[in-house]
């Protein structure tokens, strides 16, 4: 009972930061369900009947093309920085030579460099390669800014795997290649959830790279999309709201599925001191 009792500031500050961070998901889907003349009136109530109509204004805007745009940009891009992110870190992890810590420095200085001052340089890259208004122009710049603090993650993780496990698949006759995919990938699991996770909520919601290297509707993704709710003289806030509703959700979707594994991974993928 008293340990009971002395947990209750906690339990009371759990509480507190659920409203704290809950509220402005509840006001996003309530509005979602007003109407533009009901929002300006009364922006914090509750809606006085339900409409679905910013919903069906999104299928009339694309809103499933940028939808599928920016699923097929995060998927494929946050798919090859695991497989890219846990190749590199396996060297760097496993195997001891002379430019180990050198590589490992250069990936922690990638992290600090503002990648919005590549982005005159990397739109030049793109138009002379030919990818400009594609969403192969965009995969690019993704994987090599979300690789930095893939590999740290990756790392760390892998350097806590026992040698136990290495040494008795080398005495099996197994190689560097086979030992990765067959021993080292599959205890990844936590690592590659929270690497998976951190990076498709990047993309998901990167806007500015999307902005300047494509042009055309057919490859906007939906943050690029959110802009047809913008008027010359009003802002549908209502529509927007509907619109990061359902983007929202396969990011509440896939975090709730694996969210003991992104807890699990960040605690084994902290940089030790």
């Known amino acids: 009972m008293i340990r009971k009792i002395s947990q209750m500031p906690i339990y009371l500050l759990a509480i507190i930061l659920l409203l704290f961070t809950g509220l402005p998901f509840f006001i996003m889907v309530n509005t979602s369900f007003k109407q533009q003349l009901e929002f300006m009136t009364s922006p914090w ?3 006085e009947s339900i409409s679905f109509s910013n919903y069906a204004l999104l299928l009339e805007l694309d809103f499933t093309r940028y939808f599928l745009n920016s699923l097929f940009l995060s998927v494929a891009s ?8 846990a190749m590199a870190s396996y060297p760097l992890a496993r195997l001891k030579f002379r ?15 503002p990648i919005h001052t590549t982005l005159i340089p990397i739109y030049i890259l793109t138009s002379k390669m ?19 603090i893939s590999v740290i993650i990756f790392t760390q993780f892998m350097r806590d795997i026992p040698r136990e496990l290495e040494e ?11 030992l990765f995919w067959r021993i080292i990938f599959p205890l990844l699991t936590p690592a590659v959830a929270t690497v998976a996770i951190y990076n498709f909520i990047h993309i998901w919601n990167e806007f500015i790279f999307a902005l300047v290297l494509t042009s055309s509707s057919d490859v906007a993704t939906l943050p690029l999309g ?4 913008y008027g010359e003289f009003s802002v549908n806030v209502p529509g927007i709201m509907a619109a990061l509703t359902l983007g929202s959700l396969p990011l ?10 992104i807890v699990k991974g960040l605690a084994a993928g902290s940089v030790k001191g």
């Open 99 to 113: 430019l180990n810590k050198p590589v490992f420095l250069l990936f922690m200085i990638g992290m600090m460099i």
């Open 78 to 85: 946050v798919i090859l920085v695991i497989v890219l992110g």
């Open 226 to 229: 959110l802009r047809e709710f």
């Open 130 to 148: 030919g990818l400009y208004d594609t969403l192969w122009g965009l995969i690019g710049p993704y994987v090599a800014f979300a690789l930095p």
């Open 168 to 178: 008795s698949a080398k005495i099996d006759g197994c190689g560097h290649f086979r």
């Open 252 to 261: 509440l979707l896939v975090y709730f599925v694996a969210q003991e594994k």
């Open 45 to 47: 109530s509750l809606p």
